[in-house]
Each structure stands twice: as structure tokens, then as C-alpha cells.
């Protein structure tokens, strides 16, 4: 029998109305239940009354984090209409392509990016455009509305949001979220990260990407807790924020980027975590030396790990865990199944690397307008994660990297991750990653791109000497790049295809010494 969704925000508006919702930052203001509740209702009857949007048609949002961007998902899923978030660090042409790709009804944007969101709305025949902020129709529309009578009856299997993949091999895919993968997502994550009603999360990672929408922010506001939304990650400011007992933060998460940079932060030394329940980790593999870091200002980072096509918790490393499998994503989350998979389809042994293979009642459905994808991404109802991955003998898993990330040298398969944990321990590294480039004798080697820490110094032969020590000879880089900062995606990870584009042509090794 189909299952209805269930409006979080009404349940909670009638349970505990006065509880805080929402903390907008960046302006000041606040919701309560009641009051998001009210802005949603009286929205979601503008865009279906007002701008024609009905049941089915999607509605795009390309705004830095506010909470705008949480009504808007409510009142799409109240009237049936489909969420969908736009990457703001995109260009023109990356955003016409998906919005082409989507077709949205309305297109929602701020005052920031509204030269990049006309020019694509003009591109792509988009019907309405919406601006945010005093002034803009998005208010002006909430004022004048009247508020829903009744709820657009929604089951979990139909879709409620579309999130178009980074695009890190060829055009991004819209991946099919349903209102179930949210769902479960929530229950997933709401053992293992301690979520409840007494949660306070500050949200930094961007509301259009999985891991600042379900990491912990739609969580939060399931069990009916509260969200404070930064703009844009500060770390300085999100360490003074989190030190406050004022604000009452007892929930974070972020990429390695964002742990990275708050514990180079000159505040980190004396910030008070001490609030904290959880702090997790997620969306690329954690440097250890980096764990330890936070490990000694009493914080375990929560690892997990898991993709926009699984909602997108996958497996979490419980925190008693955190220093004895350093490194481990942990286990599979309750309503989870996962394999190790060889090329052959056959199941990998303990140790014995494979491919991660997904299954569960969190998994997308396919992706939109793509049968070709679906085609070859899933395996009767497996879903290929495109991710090498071992386990152990306690049942730990371990995403060891990319299988497109990995390259051969000499017939021997080499993992980047594992060469980039070994460079993290060099203490004058602010961060590093590798890449494999063509070489007429081995195939592939290693091409290690290295930013120095401001005020340190570090040669090529520091480096080769420290991975010849740590490292079999066939997975140490021939050859060091030094530069400046290192290119990243809108969630803060590493982009390497920017980095292949730019070095996989190099044949020189660069003699340049990176001084402080």
C-alpha cells in the first residue's frame, strides 16, 4: 500500500509552535514553527494560484544559503511541485544545460546571482522569475497570498527534488530524489548523529548540494529541532559562532575542506566545542592526521559516507569508533544493504577491493531524462557507487577512492587517497592531491599538487624522501607541483578534473621550491 508523505513543518507547528525553526544569519531572522509554517503555507499557495505551478512542475531556486531556500522546498512538497536547487558557482552555459535538462516552471533567485539566473531564464524560456529579498516578488507574493486550504496529497515514492550530480565525467546528471529517500535519510542519520528535538545545527555547507540539504539540516527539522544557516563558510566566524553558548550549537558537519580550514584558523586553539553532541564528516575521504587534529581538541568526528543518489547516507563511523578505525566510514546505516563487487560481478573477500555497490529504500529511483544512465548504473536494483572500497574483518568499510580516480603505473593499481594521506603527514602541507599522467614507460605515475602553509618551506626532495619512506615505490609521485591553493567544488572538495586538465599534459617536472 502507498505511503503518504507527512508535512514536517505542520506536524511541528501544532506540537510545539513557539520552538525555533530557522535562524537566517545572514539577516537576522528567525522562525518560529508557527511562523514557517505560516510563510509556508502562503507561499506555496502563491506559486500554485499565482504562478500556475502545479503538481509535477519544478520550481528552481539559484540563491547562497538562506532560508528562503527551506520554504521553498516545503512548499513545493505541500503542492506537489518538485524542489529544484541550483548550483551557484555554475556559469551560464553549466546552468543552461540543467536547466534546460529540468525545465522549471519558476526560476527563485537572489540578488547575488540575479544577472547568472535572468540570462539563464531568458536562455531556457523559463516562464517567471522570482527575485528574494525586501522589495522582491518572493515577499511581496507571501504577503498577498492566502494560505493553503489543503495539502497537495503526496506519496513517498513520487519525486520531490531533483539534485544534479558535480559532473565530474561528462554533462551532471539530475539525480531523482523522492519524498521516501528524504525520509529514511532521517531515520538513517537520526540514531547515529544523536538528532532530536533539542538539536541545534549550524548549516555551512550549500543548501543546493545533499550534504548542506540532508547533512544534518532536513534531519534537524524532522525530529523538530533548530537550524541556524550561515550564508557563506566563514570558518573564523563559524568557530566563534559554535564557541557561543548563546547560539547553543550542538550539531555540525562538514566536508574535510571545511575541518581543514577552521583548524587553521588562529581561533581554533581556544574555540569551545564542548556543546557539541556530534561533528561530522563526509563527502570525501579524511586526511588522518587531520582526525587527530580535532581528536586532541576533544571533538570525534563523525565519519560517513554516502552520494546525492542515496539521500545520502550510506554507512557512519560511530564516534567510540572514531581513533581506533581512523580512516573506516564505518558501518552500513539501518535500512541500508551494501556489497563489495569484483569486475565480474562476483562479491570481493575481506580485504579485497572492490566497487561499492548500494540497495535500499534510500536509493534514487534513476535519473531524470536518462535511461541510458540508468541503464548502466544500476543492477537489479543495485546501484554502482563507482567507489573502490574494502572491508575488514570487524565489518568496517573503507572508501579507498574513486575507481576513476584510481590509475596504473607499471601494471599496479595506484589509489590517490592513499598517496594523499601519507603527504597530509607533512606537517607544512596545507593540502595535496594526486593525479596520474601519462609516461611512456609506466603507463600512468603519480603528479602530487601541493599548497605550503603560509610561513613554512618545502622542497621536492622533502617530499620524495618523506614518501619513499611511507609509500611502495610504484604509488610515489615522479613528480611535484607546487601552487598556491588548490581548486574546489561549491561543497569544498578537491576538483580534479580542473587539476587534470591543467597538469596531465605536463612532462616537466616543475623545479619550483615553495617558500614562505
Known amino acids: 500500500m502507498p505511503v503518504r508523505y507527512y508535512d514536517w513543518i505542520a506536524h511541528h507547528r501544532r506540537r510545539t509552535p513557539d520552538k525555533m525553526a530557522l535562524v537566517d544569519l545572514a539577516s537576522g531572522r528567525r522562525f518560529s514553527y508557527k511562523e514557517l509554517d505560516a510563510r509556508v503555507s502562503r507561499l506555496g499557495a502563491w506559486l500554485r494560484d499565482a504562478l500556475k505551478v502545479a503538481r509535477g512542475d519544478r520550481v528552481a531556486v539559484l540563491a547562497l544559503n538562506t532560508t528562503d531556500t527551506l520554504e521553498l522546498q516545503f512548499a513545493c512538497f505541500r503542492i506537489g511541485a518538485i524542489f529544484l536547487p541550483l548550483n551557484t558557482r555554475l556559469t551560464v552555459p553549466e546552468l543552461r544545460y540543467i536547466t534546460g535538462d529540468a525545465a522549471p516552471k ?203 543518489e542515496t539521500s545520502p547516507a550510506v554507512m557512519v563511523l560511530d564516534r567510540e569508533d572514531a581513533a581506533r578505525k581512523a580512516g573506516s566510514s564505518g558501518k552500513p546505516v539501518l535500512h541500508t544493504e551494501v556489497r563489495i563487487v569484483r569486475p565480474d560481478g562476483s562479491d570481493a573477500a575481506v580485504g579485497e577491493l572492490g566497487e561499492l555497490w548500494v540497495k535500499g529504500p534510500n536509493i534514487t529511483p534513476g535519473y531524470w531524462n536518462r535511461p541510458d544512465a540508468n541503464a548502466s548504473s544500476f543492477t537489479d536494483g543495485w546501484l554502482h557507487t563507482g567507489d573502490a572500497t574494502r572491508i575488514d574483518e570487524e565489518g568496517f568499510y573503507y572508501i579507498v577512492d574513486r575507481w576513476k580516480d584510481m590509475y596504473i603505473s607499471g601494471g599496479e593499481n595506484v589509489y590517490p587517497a592513499e598517496v594523499e594521506n601519507v603527504l597530509h603527514q607533512l606537517g607544512a602541507i596545507a593540502e595535496a592531491a594526486v593525479i596520474g599522467i601519462p609516461d611512456p614507460q609506466w603507463g600512468e605515475v603519480g603528479l602530487a599538487i601541493v599548497a605550503v602553509k603560509p610561513g613554512q618551506r618545502l622542497t621536492e626532495t622533502d617530499v620524495f624522501a618523506h614518501c619513499a619512506a611511507n609509500l611502495a615505490r610504484f604509488k610515489c609521485p615522479r613528480q611535484i607541483r607546487f601552487v598556491d591553493a588548490l581548486p574546489r567544488n561549491a561543497t569544498g572538495k578537491i576538483h580534479k578534473p580542473t587539476l587534470r586538465k591543467e597538469f596531465s599534459a605536463a612532462t616537466e617536472v616543475d623545479k619550483k621550491v615553495a617558500n614562505a
Not at 489543503?150 to 550530480?165: K, P
Request: proline residues 7%.
Open 106 to 308: 519558476v526560476m527563485v533567485h537572489d540578488d547575488d546571482l540575479a544577472e547568472t539566473a535572468l540570462a539563464v531564464a531568458k536562455l531556457c524560456d523559463v516562464a517567471a522569475t522570482v527575485r528574494l529579498g525586501p522589495g522582491g516578488a518572493y515577499e511581496a507574493g507571501i504577503a498577498a497570498a492566502t494560505p493553503l486550504e489543503r495539502f497537495e496529497e503526496v506519496m513517498l515514492d513520487d519525486i520531490s527534488t531533483i539534485m544534479y550530480t558535480s559532473g565530474t565525467t561528462g554533462q551532471p546528471k539530475g539525480a531523482i530524489i523522492t519524498h521516501g529517500m528524504t525520509f529514511w535519510n532521517c531515520v538513517n542519520l537520526g540514531g547515529p548523529a544523536y538528532i532530536s528535538p533539542a538539536s541545534v545545527l549550524l548549516t555551512v555547507l550549500p543548501l543546493f548540494h545533499t550534504g548542506g540539504l540532508n547533512c544534518y539540516t532536513n534531519p534537524v527539522l524532522h525530529a523538530g529541532g533548530t537550524v541556524l544557516i550561515m550564508r557563506a563558510f566563514d570558518p573564523g566566524e563559524a568557530l566563534k559562532l559554535i564557541s557561543d553558548p548563546a547560539q547553543g550549537i550542538n550539531v555540525f558537519f562538514g566536508v574535510p575542506a571545511i575541518y581543514q580550514f577552521m583548524a587553521q584558523h588562529p581561533a581554533f586553539a581556544s574555540a569551545d566545542f564542548s556543546r557539541l553532541v556530534i561533528g561530522g564528516v563526509g563527502g570525501a575521504p579524511m586526511p588522518v592526521p587531520l582526525l587527530k587534529t580535532w581528536e586532541a581538541r576533544g571533538v570525534a568526528l563523525q565519519q560517513g559516507y554516502g552520494m546525492t
